[in-house]
């Protein structure tokens, strides 16, 4: 292809007039060896790579199921977002134990565990004299259904100046015998029942 080609070409191609009268003889004008039209000046930036070691089963990740809790996000979304990170990572999804149901049930182990470490935690450390404070409230779930919850809740210092909710179980009715026996119950499974000294209604 001739100079002038080239040139006309490129005027084409970015909207330029294309009538501009040049010479019709190549060997008027003269050629440089190292001429090149180049449209593209702007060059692609490489892409920096960072390998990373995933479990065959993503999903029982301790820091991935606490941060969708948080983020308050479905099953589907979290199954989804971690299958796009995947993929985009070069992997394939027939190497990972991933579906809806495997982080449905991923989260319910992680939220199961991390209760029964704030369990034994409080266990360990308990208040040296606390108050117990309970408060009972109808609420609806999901299916329209009312139940009465107890929230209970232990203060006591040093360690739990604000306060430890100890529970929130589902009462059978709003009878005073009954929640006490439901804050009984918890202060037994956690171990306080001698560290409560007050009562806050």
């Not at 060997?27 to 440089?32: G, K, N, T």
């Not at 308990?126 to 139940?147: E, R």
């Not at 306060?163 to 709003?174: A, I, Q």
């Amino acid at each position: 292809m001739s100079r002038i080609e080239m040139v006309k070409g490129a005027a084409s191609l970015s909207g330029l007039d294309t009538d501009v009268q040049l010479p019709e003889d190549d060997d008027s004008m003269e050629i440089d060896p190292d001429f090149e039209v180049n449209l593209l000046d702007e060059k692609q930036p490489e892409r920096e790579l960072v390998c990373l070691n995933l479990p065959k089963k993503v999903m029982q990740c301790d820091e991935i199921t606490s941060a969708v809790d948080r983020l308050k996000l479905s099953d589907n979304q979290t199954t989804m977002i971690v299958s796009a990170v995947i993929k985009a990572a070069g992997g394939s999804l027939d190497d990972f134990d991933i579906s809806r149901s495997t982080t449905r049930r991923s989260r319910m182990c992680n939220r199961q565990k991390l209760a029964e470490d704030v369990i034994n935690t409080f266990r360990q450390n308990p208040p040296l004299f606390g108050a117990l404070h309970w408060d009972g409230k109808l609420l609806k779930d999901m299916l329209g259904d009312s139940y009465e919850r107890l929230a209970v809740l232990l203060s006591g210092e040093p360690e739990y100046k604000e306060g430890k909710l100890l529970g929130v179980p589902t009462l059978v009715n709003s009878k005073g015998k009954t929640q006490a026996d439901a804050t009984y119950d918890l202060l037994e499974v956690l171990g306080n029942v001698r560290q409560s000294c007050g009562i806050s209604i």
